[in-house]
């Protein structure tokens, strides 16, 4: 039984979110403007078009129009602008 | 938001980057510790803000990622501190400004009067009296003594029953209720005045109506006080005749709501047992505590399996548990039980003890009793009655001034019929 699972089976056990014991990353997204994102790794690209994020389930591609970046701390970064797409892209350059 | 606060009171920059790779300098930033915000891409260029401390940190981050930084904004306290050093004179207008505006919220501009009951009240008269204790426009709202204001209006303005200031702001507002405010049932056209307590009628005073009681007159509860008609004479009004009484009126020309002051004396008397033995529980000294485990629905003692051992004792209970995070509650809690064991003392009182206690409970009986304009006639009398080795048995009696009048709906009469024209021949 791997680490993962055990968290996994631990956090099924005490009925806790998987997100407060296993290393998953939060993302909520409020409407088409605002992208809220806890848990990141760090930043991969940015342009006012395409915002690439490393989270731990692998790369969080952000695209659409005018992208800012509202906030961004260690913990959490959020993405204003017209948001159109939202997807993960296991390998870099496989997008 | 609070970081935000937070920014304008340590100062904040806006800064543009250029040159060099803008994830990298992001990133690096991240690694440092630097909270960026409104962070936006214009091509080859990016604006960023971020706080006056966080700034000094940069200088690394812009050479790991070959960025050129330049300050293009600034703001915050620390910078409007170094601007308003070189304006003395909007310092002193914006100190003097937030003096005045001190100064004027401090005192009571506007003084508004509230008037419940019949309106025959004038509201000047009240801001009159209110003035005369220290309640006006343009006083410090410091210097008011409200209960001193309030009791001055009570005791100078007899025609109100109850008055209450609330201050709102620059604004007093002085609530009165007017005496004889009772509202009596709608419009029903006829309402009697009946008696709440059986008791001796010491003073009536009709404002409508007519009374069908007079001082010294013994009435049990319900009896008729006030009568809900207008009455005049059959005969029109009678000569007055010197040693005669007047005869009574007896045609009815009208119902209506009768209103009168009706006050009789009223006797209490009530007997109470009061116990000569007093129990006390003691702190003995000894102590115990229980650790039990709740686990959803099941229980486990961690500590003191044998439970409480006192046979008598006052416990507390003390309950850890992780905090709840938004729907989701932990199915975990630990729970302290500590016990301090007591002993019961049994203390003997005296009999003039226990009769003071008698009274002392009949008194808080009575101030529940009695409306705020009646009164005691007689101090409350104690008799022992009865006297056993463990309890004492007390008659209490005393005599009260109370009003006794309450409306109830009558029967109205019908309108007289209009008189016919006499015909002519």
Redesign the interface.
């Known amino acids: 039984m791997g680490r993962r699972d055990l968290r996994s089976r631990l956090a099924a056990l ?4 998987g997100d ?1 014991v296993s290393d998953q990353s939060r993302i909520t997204l409020v409407g088409a403007a605002d992208l809220v994102v806890e848990n990141h790794r ?7 078009e395409r915002v690439v994020l490393m989270v731990p389930e692998g790369e969080l591609v952000i695209g659409g129009a005018g ?8 913990d959490q970064v959020i993405i204003r602008g017209q948001i159109r797409a939202l997807g993960y892209s296991d390998q870099r350059g496989g997008r | 938001m609070l ?1 935000r606060v937070i920014a304008w009171l340590l100062g904040h920059l806006r800064i543009e980057v250029t040159k060099g790779r ?2 990298r300098f ?2 690096l ?3 440092a ?1 630097i ?7 214009r091509g080859d260029s990016m604006h960023v803000s971020l706080t006056l401390g966080d700034f000094f940190a940069l200088r690394p981050v812009a050479r790991g990622s070959r960025a050129r930084v330049r300050i293009i904004r600034r703001g915050g306290f620390p910078f409007a501190v170094g601007r308003a050093k070189r304006r003395p004179l909007w310092i002193a207008g914006l100190l003097a400004c937030m003096a005045f505006l001190f100064w004027a919220a401090g005192h009571i501009w506007i003084v508004d009067v509230k008037v419940t009951g019949p309106k025959n009240l004038d509201r000047r008269a009240v801001e009159a009296v209110a003035a005369e204790a220290g309640l006006r426009i343009g006083v410090w709202k410091g210097n008011i003594d409200m209960d001193r204001v309030e009791q001055h209006l009570q005791n100078r303005l007899g025609e109100i029953s109850m008055a209450v200031i609330r201050v709102q702001g620059t604004r007093a507002v002085i609530e009165v209720v007017e005496k004889a405010a009772q509202r009596v049932p709608g419009q029903i056209g006829c309402a009697n005045l009946v008696a709440r307590k059986p008791g001796v009628i010491e003073e009536v005073v009709p404002f409508q109506g007519e009374p069908v009681v007079k001082k010294g007159d013994i009435v049990k509860a319900g009896d008729l006080l006030v009568e809900c008609s207008f009455k005049i004479w059959k005969d029109g009004r009678p000569s007055v005749v010197p040693g005669t009484k007047k005869p009574p009126r007896e045609t009815t020309v009208r119902t209506l709501v009768a209103q009168a002051m009706v006050r009789a004396r009223i006797s209490y008397s009530r007997y109470r047992e009061v116990p000569l033995v007093v129990e006390q529980e003691v702190p003995t000294g000894r102590k115990a505590t229980q650790w039990v485990l709740n686990w959803k629905d099941k229980s486990i003692i961690l500590r003191g399996q044998q439970g409480i051992p006192f046979a008598r004792a006052q416990t507390s209970r003390k309950t850890y548990a992780l905090p709840s ?2 729907n ?1 509650l932990p ?1 975990v809690e630990l729970v302290m039980v500590n016990a301090s064991e007591v002993e019961v003392r049994q203390e003997r009182i005296s009999a003039e003890t226990a009769v003071e206690q008698a009274k002392a409970q009949f008194s808080d009986q009575l101030r529940w009793i009695l409306g705020p304009s009646d009164e005691l006639l007689s101090p409350i009398l104690t008799k022992v009655v009865e006297q056993h080795a463990d309890r004492i048995g007390v008659q209490l009696t005393v005599e009260t001034l109370e009003e006794i009048a309450s409306p109830r709906q009558g029967v109205p009469v019908p309108d007289p019929a209009p008189t016919q024209p006499e015909s002519r021949p």
């Open positions: 005490f009925e806790l979110p407060v760090g930043l991969l690209e940015y342009t006012e992208l800012g970046i509202g906030s961004i701390s260690p | 970081k803008m994830e992001l990133n930033a991240l690694q510790g909270y960026l915000w409104n962070v936006e891409r995070w938004r989701w199915p």
